[in-house]
């Protein structure tokens, strides 16, 4: 059902103090403009940073401090153990359970580890489809690992590109696509909403097509984890990987989630690099022969946990355990179609929104395509404290993260924007 929104500010101001999620915008830091908090749309490529993560990292620089190597065993947090701390709400944020996700390193380097165990190329099978236009870091970390196989990317990286004239993909073609290169497909490797256009793609629907040809599911959910809720475990989903500082507000560079199917993760025999840390805590010193990887997500940890990448993520994910993805989306819902309403009253300015109008095929974000004055517009919101980003050609992306964002800031946009007009 649509809902019925009103152009004037008071029907912000009424949404915002009925909002449920409101009491979240003051868990986090904004940065400033001439002395005020400036508005934030960009938490698609680095989430704000909470309040409260000053103190989460205190405590760990404090044990480290009083207690040196004790604090693989003591203190409030044993170290030896941080990568699991994650693990609850993590799953919950992906719709998996516990023991398919785990949190390391960072998420290209996560994407070539699942690779590495779930792209098992054969001279019959070995091509990897993806969508064209992917972000860059995949692009690269697609390409790299088929020539590191021994494959030409001219051959074995098939694209998916919008059909003629159009900028978004529709499912059927995806499906039409692995269809049609069926016994030579290994994987089908989706990013879970496009960084660029927004689209949400058919998660399920992507893994059954990739499923009746025998081949690998695996998705890079960067701008999904924290923004709309998934059900990887359900849908049946091989592998995937996400970064943990856009939409789950973890800081630059911090620890990246990745889940394995239960169906992979408890398979100790499959093949990866391995390291202590992804090796049976039972056994890892007992200097045996020989690699015993913990029979779940975790036996691909590699190295010992990066309690300084991950202690921002610990202290992010507890406003997700308090609210729930469920909360989060109803919010976000509401947020973007109100963004998407107010633009619509636009019309001497020419953009093109080219997000899907679909909700149930974007998160947060619109993407709004300027034929003209994109950058001009974007520096203007900027001058005037308000954060998007811009995209050549002529791409602004607003996200109305729904933990920190307001109806009333999105009325400020609009507002901003209707000046241009
Ligand atoms: C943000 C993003 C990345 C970034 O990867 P890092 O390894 O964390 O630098 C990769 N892929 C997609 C789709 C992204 O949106």
Redesign the pocket.
């Known amino acids: 059902m649509q809902e019925i929104f009103h152009t004037d500010a008071g029907f912000a101001e009424d949404a915002d103090q009925k909002d449920a999620l409101a009491w979240c915008k003051q868990q986090f830091h904004f940065p400033q403009h001439n002395g005020k908090d400036a508005i934030y749309f960009c938490g698609n490529s680095l989430g704000l940073q909470p309040i409260h993560t000053k103190q989460a990292i205190d405590i760990e620089l404090t044990t480290w401090r009083d207690m040196a190597v004790g604090g693989y065993f003591g203190g409030a947090n044993p170290w030896l153990y941080y990568q699991d701390y994650m693990r609850p709400v993590m799953a919950g944020i992906v719709g998996a359970k516990e023991n398919e996700v785990t949190v390391m390193n960072?998420?290209?380097?996560n994407l070539h580890l699942m690779m590495l165990s779930f792209y098992r190329p054969t001279k019959q099978r070995y091509r990897i489809i993806m969508e064209a236009g992917a972000?860059p870091?995949?692009q690269y970390a697609v390409e790299t690992m088929v020539r590191h196989h021994g494959f030409d990317p001219a051959d074995a990286v098939v694209e998916v590109h919008p059909a003629d004239g159009e900028k978004l993909l529709r499912t059927p073609d995806i499906i039409d696509v692995i269809r049609q290169y069926g016994d030579s497909v290994a994987l089908v490797l989706f990013?879970g909403i496009s960084?660029y256009t927004g689209q949400l793609y058919d998660i399920a629907a992507i893994t059954a097509a990739a499923h009746s040809v025998h081949a690998v599911a695996g998705f890079?959910l960067?701008?999904v984890a924290g923004n709309v809720p998934v059900q990887l475990h359900d849908w049946q989903v091989d592998f995937a990987v996400w970064?943990s500082y856009?939409y789950l507000n973890a800081g630059p560079g911090a620890a990246?989630g990745v889940f394995v199917h239960e169906t992979h993760a408890g398979n100790t025999g499959m093949q990866r690099l391995g390291g202590w840390w992804g090796n049976d805590e039972k056994t890892r010193f007992k200097m045996e022969k020989g690699f015993v990887p913990k029979p779940d997500a975790g036996g691909w940890n590699i190295s010992t946990a990066q309690v300084f990448n991950m202690v921002a993520l610990k202290a992010s994910l507890e406003l997700f355990g308090k609210t729930g993805m469920q909360a989060i989306r109803r919010k976000s819902l509401r947020l973007t179609a109100y963004l998407e309403y107010l633009l619509q009253q636009l019309p001497g300015l020419s953009f093109e929104i080219i997000t899907p109008a679909d909700s149930e095929a974007r998160g947060a974000q619109l993407s709004l395509y300027f034929r003209e004055k994109g950058r001009e517009i974007h520096d203007r919101m900027i001058a005037n404290g308000i954060i998007v980003d811009y995209r050549e050609p002529g791409v602004i992306r607003v996200a109305p993260a729904p933990l920190y964002c307001s109806f009333t800031d999105v009325y400020r946009f609009y507002e901003l924007l209707k000046g241009f007009a």
């Open positions: 960072t998420l290209t380097v972000f870091s995949d990013g960084y890079d960067a701008h970064c856009k990246g």
